[in-house]
């Protein structure tokens, strides 16, 4: 069990259940407690409910491994029913590790800023929360700088077409911790080939090139 402060979630220290050590769709590991191996970068995208942006990002070549989680609170080790609660904060993430040899930066900006809708605040069509937000936590200067020019290019677009100003979250991840998510979460729709996929996409593409 959490613990509790006025009915308000706390956290708790350890992670209150078991994960699979490896990444059932590209046979990878899941967690890297010694950080990535050497030539790889890590990213972390929030588009909505994770299950469909997972899906997604484990598709793209050059991709080495992808998993669910919470990031963005203010509690430790939270769990989804705590999440979905919208006292802790976090925001349901994916956290995507690539070999930026292989699939640059950009290409993996694409997918996330043509796969949702990152003009809706809180909510990605029909899920409603904070928990749901549009949101990019970078591990580099060279990943946050793309991230904020994309977003503005991006941004520039939907204006031209009358919709509102993006608004994704991006920030370093230093300080916000990835919390994994239930082993059920993880590569859901692998398990699941017909459950739930929210893709809000604005049907705009993420302007190329000089």
Not at 160 to 182: D, K
Not at 196 to 201: I, M, P, T
């Amino acid at each position: 069990m959490g613990f509790f402060s006025s009915g308000v979630p706390v956290g708790r220290p350890k992670r209150p259940f078991a994960l699979n050590d490896r990444n059932i769709v590209l046979g990878t590991p899941l967690e890297f407690p010694d950080g990535v191996p050497s030539g790889l970068e890590v990213i972390y995208f929030g588009m909505g409910c994770f299950w469909g942006g997972e899906e997604l990002f484990w598709q793209l070549p050059g991709v080495y491994s992808t998993a669910v989680g919470y990031q963005g609170g203010t509690i430790p080790n939270p769990t989804y029913e705590e999440v979905c609660g919208g006292a802790t904060g976090h925001a349901e993430i994916v956290q995507v590790v690539y070999d930026p040899s292989q699939v640059p930066l950009i290409e993996l900006l694409a997918a996330f800023w043509e796969n949702h809708d990152p003009t809706q605040g809180d909510r990605q069509g029909n899920d409603i929360g904070s928990q749901y937000r549009s949101a990019i936590y970078c591990t580099t200067p060279e990943q946050e700088a793309l991230a904020r020019s994309t977003a503005e290019a991006f941004g520039n677009v939907l204006g031209e077409r009358g919709l509102g100003p993006v608004t994704t979250e991006i920030r370093s991840a230093a300080g916000l911790p990835f919390y994994y998510a239930e082993d059920h979460h993880q590569q859901y729709l692998a398990k699941v080939p017909n459950g739930y996929r929210c893709h809000s996409s604005t049907g705009i593409t993420l302007p190329r090139g000089p």
